[in-house]
């Protein structure tokens, strides 16, 4: 049994946000400036709270990784009016704290160490890279303490991840990996930016993960490809048919390692049609993630295996 | 009717007034980059203030009419050519089917933009006809045109406006030097005073590091304080825990080069954003070619606030100008 000082690390958001604004159709509240799941979880609690109080005026409520940004229109909405609403839900949060989210887990496969993010990671090395001569999963490996490149997988795929975050480009997924702080896998971007990453390349910067939706520059760390689109403007699989970006701030994923064959299959899959991703509804209770978060884990994985 | 598209043009695109209510999903808003020049075309034209038009970036396209078609252009200056024959800019052009459209050199700012009476046909995603070329949504399947496209026009569907020529007092000047007005905040408090000083103070450059996603200036950069970075934020002091970026904001990664985020933003990231251009000033910064001298002057919200008024009454006086209703 863990206990709650070093469950997660952080069981404690600061007490109240900061509220700023970017010019006069913007409001960011700044939960705060540290990532953890009770920040996050509050950003979700506070973004859908807000979504339901219908207000007018209100444009966009993007939640982020341990902020939220309110896009308004100020012909509508004074900012005076916003910020004594959002305020006011921050207020309540604190007397009744949301402990419990439903949602869904879903299995992600992936293909670690794949050669689509290996050819691309060769041409951005001298300059761009920390360790020009390796890999970036060497080099993560180095970096987080641990044996080999092996060890740094096992690690990324056998906890599961909460999607803290979905932006930067259209439906691109921030995911925070569900264990204690001194668990987190933290890996420095690229010194400087690519020009370009594979489609569906699985990358990390800091303590986040990210599924990169399209190609295009980036500067996460490069471990691999998800085998299934992710995004989908055309709408063509069935797990897009009620919108083209397929996850949610909340979302849990399970990472699953795949051979080359499998990830083939799977293509094989996505090109006629037929694809589905494996997901499970499930209710997932902030409090227990944080007390206990190797057995909650265990028991939320669990639930893809009913399926 | 269409217009057949023979030369693309460096980065020609549909776009309209943007979509909104997908930026939480990282679906940007996008849009024509200076909506003042494209609304005014729009309603030389007779059409509404939402429809689609096409936005030319440097080097406009050469395209040909199926049909009749009552067009305009407007924005940045540029000469403008029917069949090779020098037209005017701001006023409306009666196209015959076959004539030729095309332009020569821009003189100033970066963008100009074809409306045309019925607006630009193609379906619209997410409520908006804008083109958003990463996620390849909007516009004509989701890209810049190219050779050979071609670009459905609509049916008029009201009639055009007693007068044909925008006055001159209502177009937009496209200088080298601008000032462009910000509100500070997010995490201004970041910044050292000399840093804010230098922001504020110093003279500021458009490099040619510029497009739809946001502009990138050069300068005397600016100074971060130093402090213990917080969990997850990243290791340079203009690192934050990845946030929501506001469109226009201004973020300055490692403190030496601005860059504003313009209507087709990454919806969020890593970098700590210092001030916001106000809404009234993105049409401006969009005119900015690279060179463009750039001062921040900073403003209260309400005073964006005002000024965001008052370039809305600027633009229904521009309307009526021309004997027409936005």
Known sequence: MTTPSTAL???????????????????????DESMSLAANFKVMSIARKLADAELSGVVDICPANASLLVRFNPDILPPSTLESTVRKIELELRNHDEQSLETRIIEVPVWYDDPFTAEVAQRFREGFHQEPGGTDLDYAAKVNGLKDAAEFIRRHHEQPW???????????PFLFQLVERDKQLQVPKYLSP?????????????????????????GYQMFGVAAAPIYDPAQSLADFKDFM????????????????????????QVEDGSYRYRQVPVTFDAGRALSDPQAYNQELMEALNGI | MAFEIKNPGLATTVQDQGRTGYYNVGIPQSGSMDQYSAELGNGLVGNRPGDAVLECTYLGPVLVTDAEAVIAITGAPVEVKVNGEAKPQWTRLHLAAGDELSFGVIQGGTRYYIAVQGGIDVPEVLGSRSTY???????????????????????????LPSVETLPESFRPSFAKEQSVRIVLGLYDHRLTDAGKDNLLNGEWKVTPVADRMGLRYSGPGVEWKEREQPFGAGSDPSN????????????????????????DAVSGGGYAMVATV???????????APGTVTTFVAVSQDEAIVARKERAEQKSKAWESLGAKP
Not at chain 1, 9 to 31: C, M
Not at chain 2, 133 to 157: C, M, Y
Not at chain 2, 278 to 288: C, E, K, N, Q
Request: charge should be negative.
């Open chain 2, 240 to 263: 934050i825990v990845d946030a929501g970026y506001a469109v226009g904001s201004i973020q300055i990664p490692g403190g030496t080069q601005p860059i504003i985020l313009h209507r």
């Open chain 1, 162 to 172: 909460l999607v803290s975050m979905v932006g930067f480009v259209a439906g691109l």
């Open chain 1, 245 to 268: 970006v397929f996850f949610r701030p909340g979302d849990i994923v399970k990472f699953k390692p795949v051979t080359e064959d499998e990830y083939n299959a799977i293509q094989a």
């Open chain 2, 133 to 159: 070329t990463l996620g390849g949504i909007g516009g004509l399947n989701g890209r810049k045109l190219e050779a050979g496209d071609l670009v459905p026009v609509g049916s008029a569907r009201g009639d």
């Open chain 1, 9 to 31: 690390s952080s069981n404690s958001v600061r007490s109240e946000a900061r509220y700023t604004w970017g010019g006069d159709e913007f409001l960011f509240v700044e939960v």
């Open chain 2, 278 to 288: 106000i809404s009234a000033d993105m049409d401006l910064v969009a005119r900015a």
């Open chain 1, 194 to 218: 690519r020009t370009d990453t594979p489609k569906l390349t699985v990358g990390h910067g800091g303590c986040f993960a990210a599924i990169y939706s399209v190609r295009g520059a980036g």
